[in-house]
């Protein structure tokens, strides 16, 4: 490993001219806020799961409503009078 000029913590690799990090607390924060935008985005995923769930129930209770009401006017119309 080579040592990169004014930076403690970086080396370039022989072989394939990688720049490595050796700082292992600067990588553990990486990992953190990797994972975090992953939990975030997971939430984002199931808010919008349950939003769509949401919606379907409401379009549900909007058809039967509309179904109750299109029966009750067709049994008054036709029934009752």
Not at 58 to 67: F, P, Y
Request: hydrophobic share 35%; proline share 1%.
């Amino acid at each position: 490993m080579i040592p990169i000029e004014g930076h403690n913590n970086l080396f370039r690799d022989k072989s394939s001219g990688a720049i490595v990090n050796s700082d292992t607390i600067e990588y553990n924060q990486y990992i953190r806020m990797k994972n975090e935008r992953q939990r975030q985005k997971d939430e984002i995923a199931e808010l919008k799961s349950d939003v769509q769930q949401i919606k379907n129930l409401l379009m549900e209770l909007i058809n039967d409503e509309t179904r109750r009401n299109w029966i009750g006017k067709f049994i008054k119309k036709f029934w009752i009078s």
